[in-house]
């Protein structure tokens, strides 16, 4: 099963990533697929215990990152990404690819933010936005390495 969640998330994080540089979106054709496999091919190849595990990854993505995306922090297709992660891994791994995932975010923020001298604006009404499908893809892909 290890193999089957490592190819499908470095394939979907992989293009996530690219498609979050150029637009700062990450398309539902993607990521809810993504999501919805999580859930499905556990179950077909683990059984009940891995069904169990995927709804658990994916109710703590949606703990971890729902408060962010609820206050504007990030957006929907983060979210949505994030839940497909957490379904994919299980809860176990994706307490590590989170904590992973923030840091590299905040690496990235930061460095947008002098990248475009942006830091004073950072604390205005409307601040830059940040690609972070590479933090997540970044942070998912150590997560399976340090296992």
Known sequence: ??????????VVLVVASGI????????????????????????????WASLEASFAGFGLALLL???????????????????GVGAWIGPGQFWLAFIVTAIVGGIIAVAYAVRHRSRGRSLDRTPQSIPYAPAIAIGTLFSFFAR
């Open 20 to 47: 979050d540089l150029r637009t700062r979106r990450i398309p539902n054709w993607l990521s809810v697929p993504f999501l919805l496999c999580g859930l499905i091919v556990p179950a077909i190849a683990g059984g």
């Open 1 to 10: 099963m290890n193999s089957i969640a490592w190819w499908a998330n470095v």
């Open 65 to 83: 990152f729902g408060l962010p995306c609820f206050l504007r922090g990030m957006g929907m297709g983060d979210l949505k990404l994030a839940a």
